[in-house]
């Protein structure tokens, strides 16, 4: 996905895969391919940069994923994820979250 800026100053993403053509009359205009067309603060120029930069990003992504997953893989197990369970219920802060049938309390 690439960021753009309407010409009222919304930014959104578009999928460059999904662009038909782009116009320059004077303003620039996104067509998308489901007939959807997009009035951008871009040039015509920047538009066409930033499309060549996530093709580019996405190709050497491929290739890594090809030819570099022990790498990846690697970097995953480096990944620390810690899930905190709560203590509490989220409905009322004071309230503990209530046992359950099979738990005894002494």
């Known amino acids: 996905m690439i960021a753009v800026t309407c010409r009222n100053g919304e930014h959104f993403t578009v999928d460059p ?3 038909e053509r782009v116009e320059t009359d004077p303003d620039t205009v996104v ?10 603060d ?5 538009l ?7 093709r ?6 491929q290739k890594q994923l090809a ?7 690697d970097h995953a197990a480096r990944a620390a994820l810690f ?3 709560r203590a509490r219920s989220r409905d009322t802060e004071s309230s503990p979250v209530p ?3 099979g738990d005894d309390e002494d």
């Open 42 to 46: 871009q040039t015509f120029d920047d």
């Open 83 to 85: 899930v905190e369970r």
């Open 17 to 19: 895969l999904q662009i």
């Open 48 to 54: 066409l940069r930033t499309i060549s930069d996530h």
């Open 56 to 61: 580019a990003t996405v190709l050497v992504a």
């Open 67 to 73: 030819g570099g997953t022990a790498e990846i893989a």
């Open 99 to 101: 046992a359950t049938a």
């Open 31 to 40: 067509h998308l391919v489901d007939g959807t067309k997009y009035v951008v």
